[in-house]
């Protein structure tokens, strides 16, 4: 595939436990179509659940996880 991202942010602004399982099924996606790319996990308000209890199952698909960017 041509032109692939090295890097790519995703901005949440809040990330609780709905919103991290609703979001799972897109977070696969991205990992499955950009299998080389650094994806990095922005939460812009309080602490991301991919950081707490669901991190078991995003901890394959996202490099890293930031919480509380005090943006948004």
């Given amino acids: 595939m041509e032109n692939v991202p090295k890097t790519a942010l ?29 994806i990095t996990w922005l939460a812009g308000k309080g602490s991301s659940v991919y950081n707490g209890i669901l991190s078991p199952l995003v901890s394959d ?10 943006i948004g």
């Fill in 61 to 70: 698909l996202l490099d890293e996880v930031i919480d509380n960017a005090n």
């Fill in 10 to 38: 995703v901005y949440v602004g809040l990330d609780f436990i709905g919103d991290g399982l609703m979001k799972l099924p897109f977070v696969r996606a991205m990992r499955n179509a950009l299998p080389e790319t650094k």
